[in-house]
């Protein structure tokens, strides 16, 4: 159906028929002005983020279900990012022509799965049309009291840097779905095989944002002194948290969580795996820094956290690749591996 048949105001009304407001917090969700929220004391995290199609996204190879659902968990990220609790979210869309109703409905099929997984309203947004693609803006309100907020300027000399999850895939995953594009232009009739590189590119369309990471912490009564989440890289946001708080770093390619799938599909792509872990973005993993007595608690749980290096009062970014060699990360040896 042609989005003008159902006008800006009945698209609004069928979008809004899919969300029911879940949080306390949320006084009152769309359908006014404004949204009203409770704080209760608390303090308020806000962030936003835009997508661009043809900038941040191809749909000729993401499905909009798996865009709608992206939309939303690389926000929550943002928020969880920071050890507060994301609740609320408002996405604006500017839709062109070319979009039926039905497309609509199947993004926001998309955030309504990422809302209920996540237990986040959708509390309001604007609607308007687009002469240039698909642009959606999202906006997250999160919550935290004081003392749990984590920053990216608070690491100590000492602190055990670790990440979660595991690095590469969503990189190699995005690398492989733009290769079958360019071989189905030039072969429209050959449907791509992508079975064997199913992990990697859900975890290019679909990633989670580690509301589980958050739990731990809490469950474990741990607060990092720093963190990040991996949007744009490790090396890029190491190198945040490094300048942020002043220290300088080493890391060791040994301790990188690779998973194995990464090294056959790098090799097929003419990749170097770690370079793949340093630099891939759209990880959403978490980059933190803990306390060594923290670390010491959380060491034998089984919980996919690495440790993968420590912070240094020295002026050094410096990856260890074994006993003879290191790379500083910020000289030339850098751009060998970029
Ligand atoms: P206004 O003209 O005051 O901006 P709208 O007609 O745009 O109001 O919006 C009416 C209600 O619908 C508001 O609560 C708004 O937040 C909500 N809304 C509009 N577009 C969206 C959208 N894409 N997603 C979620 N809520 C929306
Ligand atoms: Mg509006």
Redesign the pocket.
């Known amino acids: 159906m042609d989005i003008k048949e159902l006008g800006?105001?009945g698209l609004?009304n069928k979008?809004?028929s899919k969300f029911k407001n879940k949080r306390k917090s949320t006084i009152l969700g769309?359908?006014?002005?404004c949204?009203i929220l409770n704080s209760e004391s608390q303090l308020i995290l806000l962030s936003s983020d835009m997508l661009v199609e043809g900038i941040h996204f191809d749909l000729s190879f993401t499905p909009i279900k798996h865009l709608g659902y992206k939309s939303v968990v690389v926000n929550l990220s943002d928020i969880y990012s920071m050890n507060a609790e994301p609740k609320q979210i408002?996405?604006?869309?500017a839709i062109s022509s070319k979009f039926s109703v039905e497309a609509i409905d199947e993004f926001y099929e998309g955030v309504s799965i990422a809302c209920d997984e996540y237990s986040v309203d959708?509390v309001?947004?604007?609607?308007t049309s687009s002469v240039s693609g698909l642009i959606i803006s999202c906006s997250v309100v999160g919550y935290s009291k004081e003392t749990s907020i984590v920053r990216r300027n608070g690491a100590k000399n000492n602190d055990i840097i670790c990440v979660s999850g595991d690095l590469g895939r969503s990189f190699l995953g995005l690398k492989i779905l733009q290769r079958e594009k360019v071989n189905f232009i030039k072969n429209p009739k050959m449907q791509p095989s992508l079975n064997e590189y199913k992990d990697i590119i859900e975890k290019q369309l679909r990633p989670r944002a580690r509301k589980d990471v958050f739990e731990f912490f809490k469950d474990e009564k741990i607060t990092p002194n720093s963190m990040i989440d991996i949007s744009d890289g490790l090396s890029s946001e190491l190198l945040h948290l490094s300048l942020n708080s002043n220290l300088g770093f080493k890391i060791f390619e040994d301790k990188l969580p690779i998973d194995k799938s990464c090294n056959k599909i790098s090799d097929e792509l003419k990749m170097d795996v770690v370079s793949c872990a340093l630099n891939g973005g759209e990880e959403y993993e978490l980059l933190f820094s803990l306390n060594p007595l923290d670390y010491e608690k959380i060491k034998e749980k089984k919980f996919d956290i690495s440790p993968i290096g420590f912070f240094t009062k020295k002026n050094e970014k410096i990856l260890v690749l074994n006993d003879e060699n290191e790379i500083d990360l910020n000289s030339d040896g850098w751009n060998h591996f970029t």
Not at 30 to 33: F, P
Not at 90 to 93: F, K, T
């Open positions: 800006e105001f609004i979008i809004s769309i359908g006014d002005d949204a408002l996405i604006n869309i959708l309001g947004g604007d609607t």
